[in-house]
């Protein structure tokens, strides 16, 4: 079993639509968890990081559920720019910085 | 404003033959990655440096060797390059925070 798991997609959204897609991981003392965004043949890029608490960053809101070991984002009125694969990445605990990431879910917007 | 600078950006290699992927950051991180992405299987830590002068072991550091040539520079050598080994490299560095800032990575390919 994978360590991070998500839904590969692709997710087709029209523009101006709302989606969200959810990422689960495997180890219960995960302690960070990020999205990170990445553009055909591209690097991956922090797209914001996830509290506790949730949070939101202008149209995107990211949350984390740890009873049930899965963190999810939220994109509003999506863009046609919105379209990338995004990545879920957890560290690990006993990491001092190594990540694992999820193979990704890919969103695509549509006019 | 350079961040991760990877060289090169694109390679073939002939089976057998080696090289060296170089890395370079200019944010004065600590600790540098080198991971391999292949279709369906997100980022694969293959080797980290903590700091100057360590090393570890990632996920797949099978046929690579790296070297933490001093704080900016981190690089990955195949000795004996294999079409197993075709893929995409991302060098990366991260913040005190966790968060990982990739190169524009280097497409691979071994025939």
């Known amino acids: 079993r994978k360590e991070v798991e998500q839904d590969p997609g692709p997710f087709n959204v029209p523009e101006g639509a709302t989606v969200a897609f959810n990422c689960t991981y495997s180890?219960?003392?995960?302690?960070?968890f990020f999205w990170y965004r990445q553009d055909c043949r591209k690097e991956p890029k922090l797209l914001m990081s996830?509290?506790?608490s949730g949070n939101e960053d202008g149209r995107f809101t990211a949350q984390l559920n740890r009873a049930s070991q899965y963190i999810s984002l939220l994109i509003r009125d999506s863009k046609l720019s919105d379209s990338a694969t995004y990545l879920c990445?957890?560290?690990?605990?006993?990491?001092?910085?190594?990540?694992?990431f999820g193979a990704g879910t890919q969103v695509v917007v549509t006019p | 404003n350079a961040g991760v600078t990877q060289t090169p950006k694109f390679q073939v290699l002939k089976t057998g033959q080696s090289m060296t992927l170089q890395c370079a950051q200019d944010?004065?991180?600590?600790?540098m990655y080198w991971y391999r992405q292949d279709p369906g299987m997100g980022l694969r830590l293959i080797y980290y440096?903590?700091?100057?002068?360590?090393?570890d072991k990632g996920e797949v550091p099978n046929g690579y060797n790296v070297s933490r040539l001093n704080k900016r520079e981190f690089s990955l050598r195949l000795e004996s390059a294999a079409p197993s080994q075709t893929s995409v490299y991302f060098c990366a560095s991260s913040d005190p925070v966790n968060i990982q800032y990739f190169g524009a990575g280097t497409r691979l390919s071994v025939l």
């Open positions: 440096s903590a700091s100057e002068g360590t090393t």
């Open positions: 180890n219960s003392a995960s302690q960070s």
């Open positions: 990445v957890v560290t690990l605990t006993d990491s001092w910085g190594k990540l694992q």
């Open positions: 944010m004065n991180h600590n600790s």
């Open positions: 996830v509290y506790s």
